[in-house]
């Protein structure tokens, strides 16, 4: 029997953050039967197949692996997406604590939408970690996506979904938001487009470039706000060290996403350097969207 869902993991260095994320799938309450979990790692080289093995019994769980090359997400998830047998691939990072009723909100949403959807991450912050793990008990992720709610550690695209609504494709451009951390997509649809472009090895560029081409290829982008999780706080593996080199990394990302794709939209995102709440806003007054809605 096919399962309905494959849920794809990369994961590079932390086996505790692995099994917590591992541990609240466990207690979802979609059914076991209904999805398998693979986790991809990209070339770790502490233990992380032994929290895979404690899983086994609990989970439909299998891991594979790649050597380590650098940071390269993009090529783990396509690692994943080469092996999954569900009918949708759900993309969650290490890290990502999942709500009781997560994956049930991501099936039922994408039944009745076509394309991809975006689930709604709490908790991703530049603050001091401790601000917001304060507000996270490991064993109540229901409780504590209240707390960080009311505390405003609210998904960081909640400013363009407060601007511009929760229909992303009436949106001037809705796939400068687009995430791996937390989406679900079709198989048939990664298939057909071909996954992850794995030349991008820096932050971001890899979600971007795929949103960019999902959103050309015209298929859908929604938004599954019932669909919460928590972005546990944490180093990352490309943790900013130096400011200025992130920058031109960012902008060097751009101007690859703009050569790939050279239309007048992306021009003006690879040059202007805006973030993403100031692109749209842009798009909707200076190039005469004012009835974009």
Known sequence: MEKQLSIIIPT??????????????????????????????????????????????????????????GFCPGQARNMGIDHAKGQYCLFLDTGILLSKDALAHFLTHAKM?????????????????????????????????????????????EVGYQQYGEDLMKWPACWVYFS?????????????????DERFTQWGGEDVELGLRLYLAGYPISLCKKAKGIHYPHAKRNQIEDWEAFVANLKTQRQMIYQKFPLPEVYVWANQHLNSDTFNAYLVEKLGLEDWR
């Open 113 to 157: 939408h076509q394309g991809a959807v975006l689930g709604y991450i709490e908790g991703f912050s530049n603050e001091p970690l401790e601000n917001i793990r304060d507000l996270i008990s490991l064993e109540d992720i229901d409780g504590s996506i209240l707390r960080l709610e009311k505390a405003g550690y609210v998904d960081r695209r």
């Open 180 to 196: 791996g951390g937390m989406t679900l997509i079709p198989r048939s649809i990664l298939t057909q487009i071909g996954g992850f």
């Open 12 to 69: 590079y260095q932390d086996p505790q953050l692995l099994s917590w994320t591992l541990a609240c799938l466990e207690k979802n309450t979609l059914s076991k039967a209904a999805y398998e979990v693979l986790v991809c790692d990209d070339g770790s080289t502490k233990d992380n197949l032994s929290i895979v093995k404690q899983y086994e019994d609990r989970l439909t769980i299998r891991y594979f692996y790649q050597p380590d090359r």
